[in-house]
C-alpha cells in the first residue's frame, strides 16, 4: 500500500535521479557507501517511522506532558519510538565515523528524517535537537565533553535540547540575561531563566544535554559578551555515572496550540531548588571559546533552520497525500457540464478547484522537499570537497538559501496544510482527521528559529550582500547554469527558462537599486516582501531544474512533474512582478504608518 507520509517515488527522483547522489560515493567521505546502502537506510526510516513514530501522533497531540510539580509524564509510545530509532542506530547517520557515525550524506540522511517528521513531527522534535546537539559538541567541544555527553546522546541514552530564549529576549538574544560566574575548579555556575525550551525536563532519557547561552560578568556588550554552556539535568562522574542532579529547576510547561507531544518548558538555573556540590547554582561547563557563544550555536541554528524546513515540508508532505487520498474518494457534486440531476455524484477530484488544491499542495510540497534536499547536498559537497574553493563555492550557495530553506516551506507548506483542510471540507475542521492537526503543528515553523522577519532580515541585511554580493553571484551562477540547461532542451522548458531569467534579472536590478538608493530603513522595512519574492523565485528555480531532470521522458509520474512545474510558473511565479515593483519604489507605506492611526 502507497504511504500517506511521503512519497518514496518521488524521494527516488529527487535522490537519484535529479541530484544524483549516488555519484557522491566516489568522493572518499563517502566512499564505503553505496546505492544499495542508500536504500536501505530509506527502507528503514520509513518503516519505523510507520511503525513506531505515526501510530501515537493523536494520541499524543491529545494527552500532551503533564508537570505534578516534581516530575514531567510523556506517553509511554514516546520513548517507545525514541528507543526504536535509537536501537536502528540511526542517531549518527550523517555524522563522522570518527564519533561513531554511518557518514552518510547529509542528503540521504534528511530523505530518511523526513519519513519521522511526517510521521510524528513533536516525537522527532527530541531526535532532532539530540542531533543538532551532538553536532555542535562534536565541532566545538573538548574530548572529555565527547566522551560525557556525546557518546550517550549517540548510544540514545541521554537527549539534548537548545536553551537560548528568555522571556524578555526571543528575537534579540543581544538581551539575554542568563550569567554564568566562572568557579576556581574551571568550572561555571549559572543563573537565571530560560523560556521555550523544546524536549527539556522528562523521563525519556537518562540525562539531558542542555546547550545554554550565557554571559560572563565583565565580558563584552550584546552579543559578543553570549557564551556557550553545556549544563546537564544530571552531572556525569568521571566513569560516566549519572551523579547529582543539577540545580535546573523547572517553573512550568508551556500548553502549546501544535507539536504538544514534546515538552516546552520555562526553566530556572541556579534557583538552589537542586544543590550540586553543596551549593547553588546550576554547574556549566563552558563549549569552545568564552564569549563566542553566539557564533559555536549558530553551527547548530543553521542546521536546525534546515531541519525546520524540513519539517515544514514533511508535514505539508503528509497533509498532501491524505487530501489527495480523500479527494479520490469523496463523491460530491456533478461536472459542471452535467445536465442529469440524477446521474450519480463524481468524486471531488473531478472538480477543476479542487485539482487546483491539490497541484499547489503538489507544487508546494515537492518543491520545498527539493529545496531542502540540494541544500542538504550543498552541505554534502562542502563537507566532501576536494578544494577549498569547491568547498567555498558549496558553502556560498547555502548560506543564502538557508534563510529561504528556513522560511519558504514555513510558509507555503503551511499554506499546503490549510488547502488540505479546505479539500476535506468540514470534515478537515474536525479531530477526527489528520489535516488539522497537521495545520496546527506546522504553524510554528514560521515562529521558532528565527521568526519569519528575522530571516528575511538576515536575507536581505546580511545574506545578499555578504562578501560584497558573492553569496547572490554564486545564486546567479546556478540559476544561469539551468536556465542554460532548460534553454538547450527547448519547447516549453526554454520558455519557462526564459521567465525566470527575466524575474531573476528583475530581481537583481530591485536590489542593486535598493541598496544603491542609501535609504536602508526603506529597503529594510520591505525585507519580508524581499524574501517571500526571493524564496518564490528560488523555488521556480528549483522547478526548472526537476524539470530538465524530467527531460522529456514518459509516464503518470513525469506528466505530474511537469505539470506541477507548470502551475508553479503560471500561478506562483507572477505573484513576483508586483512585490519587486513595491520593493523597487521603496515604498514607505509601514514606516510612514503612525501609532496612533492604529
Ligand atoms: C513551541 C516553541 C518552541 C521553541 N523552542 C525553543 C527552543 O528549544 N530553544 C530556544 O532557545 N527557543 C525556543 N523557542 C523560542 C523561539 O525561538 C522564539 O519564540 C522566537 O525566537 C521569537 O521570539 P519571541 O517569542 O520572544 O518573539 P519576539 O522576538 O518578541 O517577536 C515578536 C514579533 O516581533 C518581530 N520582531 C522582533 N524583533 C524584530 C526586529 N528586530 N525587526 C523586525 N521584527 C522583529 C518578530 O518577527 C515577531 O513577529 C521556541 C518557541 C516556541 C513557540
Not at 16 to 34: G, I, N, Q
Not at 107 to 118: I, K, L, M, N, R
Not at 368 to 393: I, T
Not at 467 to 472: T, V
Request: proline content about 4%; hydrophobic content about 40%.
Amino acid at each position: 500500500m502507497k504511504s500517506t507520509l511521503l512519497s518514496r517515488r518521488d524521494l527516488e527522483f529527487l535522490l537519484y535521479e535529479w541530484l544524483r547522489v549516488d555519484e557522491l560515493t566516489k568522493r572518499d567521505r563517502f566512499s564505503e557507501h553505496s546505492r544499495e546502502t542508500f536504500d536501505a537506510v530509506l527502507e528503514l526510516c520509513e518503516q519505523l517511522a510507520t511503525r513506531y513514530f505515526a501510530p501515537h501522533n493523536k494520541k499524543s497531540d491529545a494527552a500532551e506532558p503533564t508537570f505534578d510539580g516534581e516530575k514531567v509524564s510523556v506517553i509511554d509510545e514516546v520513548k517507545e519510538a525514541l528507543d526504536a530509532f535509537g536501537q536502528a542506530d540511526l542517531m549518527g547517520m550523517a555524522m563522522d565515523a570518527e564519533f561513531g557515525g554511518a557518514q552518510l550524506p547529509m542528503t540521504v540522511a534528511e530523505a530518511g528524517f523526513a519519513w519521522f517528521s511526517a510521521a510524528n513531527v513533536s516525537t522527532t522534535g527530541y531526535l532532532m535537537l539530540t542531533i543538532a546537539n551532538i553536532n555542535l559538541l562534536t565541532k566545538f567541544g573538548t574530548p572529555e565533553q565527547i566522551e560525557a555527553f556525546v557518546r550517550p546522546m549517540l548510544a540514545g541514552r541521554f537527549s539534548g535540547t537548545m536553551a537560548l530564549s528568555e522571556t524578555q529576549a526571543g528575537s534579540s538574544l543581544a538581551d539575554i540575561l542568563t550569567r554564568a560566574e566562572p568557579q576556581d575548579d574551571g568550572t561555571y555556575r549559572l543563573f537565571g531563566a530560560k523560556m521555550w525550551i523544546s524536549g527539556a525536563e522528562h523521563e525519556l532519557t537518562e540525562n539531558i544535554v542542555n546547550l545554554v547561552l550565557a554571559k560572563i560578568p565583565g565580558g563584552p556588550p550584546g552579543t559578543k559578551g553570549i557564551s556557550l554552556f553545556i549544563v546537564p539535568k544530571y552531572l556525569v562522574a568521571p566513569d560516566g555515572s549519572i551523579g547529582e542532579r543539577n540545580d535546573i529547576a523547572l517553573a512550568g510547561l508551556n500548553h502549546k496550540m501544535g507539536q504538544r507531544g514534546i515538552t516546552n518548558t520555562v526553566l530556572n538555573f541556579g534557583e538552589g531548588k537542586y544543590q550540586p556540590g553543596g551549593a547553588p547554582g546550576a554547574v556549566g561547563y563552558l563549549v569552545g571559546e568564552p564569549h563566542r557563544g553566539l557564533a559555536h550555536m549558530f553551527h547548530m541554528m543553521n542546521e536546525a533552520r534546515l531541519g525546520v524546513g524540513m519539517g515544514a515540508v514533511s508535514l505539508g508532505y503528509t497533509g498532501y497525500l491524505k487530501s489527495l487520498e480523500y479527494a479520490r474518494e469523496r463523491p460530491q457534486g456533478r461536472p459542471v457540464t452535467a445536465k442529469d440531476p440524477s446521474a450519480p455524484q463524481i468524486p471531488i477530484i473531478g472538480h477543476a478547484d479542487v485539482r487546483r488544491m491539490l497541484l499547489a499542495q503538489k507544487a508546494y510540497v515537492e518543491g520545498g522537499m527539493a529545496l531542502l534536499l540540494y541544500c542538504a547536498k550543498l552541505v554534502d559537497l562542502a563537507n566532501s570537497a576536494e578544494s577549498d574553493d569547491e568547498r567555498d563555492a558549496a558553502t556560498l550557495l547555502l548560506d543564502i538559501l538557508t534563510p529561504v530553506g528556513k522560511s519558504w516551506p514555513s510558509q507555503w507548506c503551511l499554506e499546503a496544510n490549510s488547502l488540505a483542510i479546505q479539500v476535506h471540507g468540514g470534515y478537515g475542521y474536525t479531530r477526527e482527521y489528520d489535516v488539522e492537526q497537521h495545520y496546527r503543528d506546522n504553524r510554528l515553523n514560521p515562529i521558532h528559529e528565527g521568526t519569519h522577519g528575522i530571516q528575511s532580515l538576515d536575507l536581505l541585511g546580511r545574506k545578499v550582500t555578504q562578501r560584497g554580493g558573492a553569496s547572490l553571484a554564486a545564486l546567479g551562477t546556478a540559476i544561469g547554469q539551468t536556465v542554460a540547461h532548460a534553454t538547450a532542451a527547448g519547447g516549453e522548458t526554454a520558455e519557462l527558462a526564459a521567465e525566470l531569467d527575466a524575474t531573476w534579472q528583475r530581481l537583481v536590478e530591485v536590489t542593486t537599486g535598493m541598496f544603491a538608493s542609501g535609504d536602508i530603513e526603506a529597503a529594510m522595512a520591505n525585507s519580508v516582501v524581499f524574501l517571500e519574492a526571493f524564496g518564490h523565485l528560488v523555488v521556480a528555480w528549483i522547478w526548472l531544474e526537476q524539470l530538465v531532470a524530467v527531460n522529456g521522458r514518459s509516464g503518470d509520474f513525469y506528466d505530474g512533474k511537469r505539470q506541477a512545474a507548470r502551475y508553479f510558473f503560471r500561478y506562483e511565479l507572477p505573484r513576483t512582478a508586483p512585490q519587486l515593483d513595491l520593493l523597487a519604489r521603496l515604498d514607505r507605506t509601514t514606516l510612514d504608518m503612525r501609532d496612533e492611526w492604529f
